[in-house]
């Protein structure tokens, strides 16, 4: 069974900028978290998908979106990009939310 | 909010010692878990724990759940080169939705 993807792999953004990246869970999952990994704050919850609602969101500004489609594919927007928004983002899938969360390999992003 | 307190940040050892890490929490959880990440890839999921008391191996590995759903630790026992790394617990509440709460992460450097 393949595990989590993410796309791209790797983003560079300018300040101001948008950007949208990609999360396929594995097949079955219907649950898809996402988070917000830096040096500084570590890893932090940033929302949960399931059958296409937003069921939990983490305390980030309005600037960060998601959306899951009927596929359990999950996309996350980030708006008007500031420089602390650098990091890795990463997508966990799971069976149900009280499941076991698998991650992807996670998207670099870099805002110059 | 939830704070995890993991501890030690950082382990210098040599190859063949024994590890140990610990979690504990100012809040209860109900499920426990353990992930190992390398440099540039998602964490990957070393030990689940789902009950108070829970002792679980996972070859080298062994984990347990803290009886008063505060706390967790994992042993490492005979370490080797490629168990370098950071290691994070995280933990889940039984009302958050697709959220895991993290610790700050241990790095693991084993000397040959």
């Known amino acids: 069974k393949a595990g989590v993807t993410q796309t791209p792999r790797y983003l560079i953004k300018t300040r101001g900028q948008q950007v949208t990246l990609s999360c396929s869970p594995i097949s079955g999952h219907r649950s898809v978290s996402w988070y917000q990994q830096t040096p500084g704050q570590g890893l932090q919850f940033l929302f949960e998908y399931f059958s296409e609602t937003q069921r939990n969101k983490g305390n980030f500004p309005g600037r960060f979106s998601g959306r899951q489609f009927s596929n359990s594919r999950s996309e996350m927007n980030v708006s008007t990009l500031e420089l602390g928004d650098s990091a890795l983002y990463l997508c966990a899938s799971s069976f149900g939310d009280q499941e076991t969360q698998y991650f992807g390999p996670g998207t670099r992003l870099l805002v110059l | 909010g939830q704070q995890l307190n993991q501890s030690p940040q950082s382990m210098f050892i040599q190859e063949g010692e024994d590890v140990s890490m610990n979690c504990t929490s100012s809040s209860i959880f109900n499920t426990w878990l353990w992930y190992k990440q390398d440099p540039g890839e998602g964490p990957v999921l070393l030990i689940a724990?789902?009950?108070?008391?829970e002792l679980t191996s996972n070859g080298r590995l062994t984990a347990q759940f803290g009886i008063t759903r505060k706390d967790s630790f994992l042993n490492i026992s005979a370490s080797i080169p490629s168990d370098v790394g950071i290691y994070f617990c995280a933990g889940r509440s039984g009302t958050s939705y697709g959220k895991l709460t993290f610790g700050q992460g241990t790095i693991l450097t084993v000397h040959p």
């Open positions: 724990l789902y009950k108070a008391g």
